[in-house]
């Protein structure tokens, strides 16, 4: 790399707002163009076939093939590592393909590990019924018992996969509690920070190995990319790159990585106005008598009260509610949504909103859904970064229609 254009500036003194613009900046580009070049490339081209043998052989720096190292790609691990206070990162196809591909580097045929029981639907798919074909079988439990914890770990338990705040009640994990119960064991601890990306939670500080995201949501925030990034030491990085990403190739297109690189320089701003908006909806629903429970990290009985400003600097931007009525009452409400996006995902800038029992949480069953207290009625709004009024007045239309519609059936 050239000398003039080659420093890498990280400084572990900036702040999350800098850091998201210049964290891992190494991009090594010959006319001083200020945004990253995308290296939309398949292969490298070796000077000799010497190179080409050295670079095989780890030998010599360089890049050989996208799959296996991309310096957009690259740029973006480096930034998100930086971000997450972490040695390395590697960049996946998708947030499933970044949890798929950690979680199988560390088990194999036999072992056992711990899931927290409130986790994203596919991640629940994946870990009860793909790692249960291939012999690993995991317990999903709720790891805000850390004695229940304790009496789950077995001689084979190999890792505990968790989310905080984790959908759709956005209930929380205390990681510390967590890791102070397997922390003299040889159990990776992996935490899923999608709901709260590095700015609102660093996982690290609490004891976790690893961390993984779905970049779909805040991190690239825009709506147009599918990724997954995870972040680790450097030797478990290295093992995810060597085994499961290489050979299973869920990697990231250097495209996204790009789009994603661009979408992080707002990361600061858009969490700050995400949590302002959201905070802001909570309240006109506190003061709505046809929405009967809320749920928010905001809330005062949550459960995430109690690691506010410790492991949690903000709520986030996900709220989920109940409406006072039944499910034909949550669809109609649904239906008379305007401006607000009836879509599944969430951290982008429009306002999106879902109906979990027909929607993500469909595939279980009435019973199941009933467990785990997901009603008819609940309703999942994960607030944009329009303007607050217009989010609420687009909602209180909405809740004033159905009123309208119920009082005259009644
Ligand atoms: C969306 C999501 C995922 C899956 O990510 P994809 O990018 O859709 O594969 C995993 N975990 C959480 C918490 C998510 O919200």
Redesign the pocket.
């Known amino acids: 790399m050239s000398a003039k254009s080659n420093h890498n500036h990280s400084n572990n003194k900036w702040q999350p707002a800098t850091q998201v613009i210049h964290a891992g900046a190494n991009h090594d580009d010959p006319h001083g163009a200020l945004s990253s070049p995308l290296y939309q490339t398949s292969t490298f081209a070796f000077s000799s076939s010497e190179q080409g043998s050295r670079r095989f052989a780890g030998e010599e720096e360089g890049y050989i093939y996208s799959r296996l190292g991309n310096p957009t790609t690259n740029e973006l691990e480096q930034r998100m590592a930086e971000l997450e206070g972490y040695e390395a990162a590697a960049a996946a196809a998708?947030?499933?393909?970044a949890?798929a591909a950690t979680t199988m580097a560390f088990v194999k045929a036999g072992d056992h590990i711990i899931v927290s029981d409130a986790i994203?639907g596919?991640?629940f798919a994946l870990f009860s019924e793909l790692f249960e074909r291939f012999g690993v079988h995991a317990d999903f439990i709720d790891l805000t018992d850390t004695e229940l914890l304790a009496s789950s770990i077995k001689d084979n338990t190999r890792l505990v996969f968790l989310?905080t705040p984790?959908?759709p009640h956005l209930k929380t994990v205390d990681i510390d509690a967590v890791h102070a119960v397997i922390k003299d064991k040889d159990i990776r601890l992996i935490v899923?920070n999608?709901?709260m990306t590095p700015l609102l939670q660093q996982p690290k500080q609490h004891g976790a190995d690893i961390v993984v995201h779905?970049?779909?949501?805040f991190l690239n925030g825009h709506g147009d990319v599918?990724?997954?990034i995870v972040c680790g030491s450097a030797e478990d990085i290295a093992t995810i790159k060597g085994t499961t990403l290489k050979d299973m190739g869920a990697t990231m297109s250097p495209h996204d990585a790009w789009l994603i690189l661009r979408g992080l320089k707002t990361l600061d701003v858009r969490m700050q106005r995400h949590c302002e908006n959201a905070n802001k909806v909570y309240e006109f629903l506190t003061q709505r008598s046809d929405v009967k429970t809320i749920y928010f990290p905001g809330a005062p009985d949550h459960n995430a009260q109690k690691l506010m400003g410790h492991q949690m600097k903000a709520n986030g931007a996900v709220i989920a509610f109940e409406l006072d009525g039944d499910e034909a009452m949550a669809r109609y409400f649904l239906d008379q949504l305007r401006m607000i996006k009836l879509a599944v995902?969430?951290g982008d800038a429009e306002t999106l909103i879902q109906h979990p029992a027909s929607m993500t949480h469909s595939p279980y069953t009435p019973e199941a859904r009933a467990k785990a207290g997901i009603s008819d009625t609940l309703i999942r709004i994960a607030v944009g970064l329009e303007a607050a009024d217009d989010i609420i007045a687009d909602i209180e239309q909405a809740l004033d229609a159905c009123k309208a519609q119920w009082q005259q059936s009644a």
């Open positions: 998708t947030g499933m393909g949890i994203y596919c991640s989310e984790a959908n899923d999608t709901f779905s970049a779909t949501k599918v990724a997954g995902s969430l």
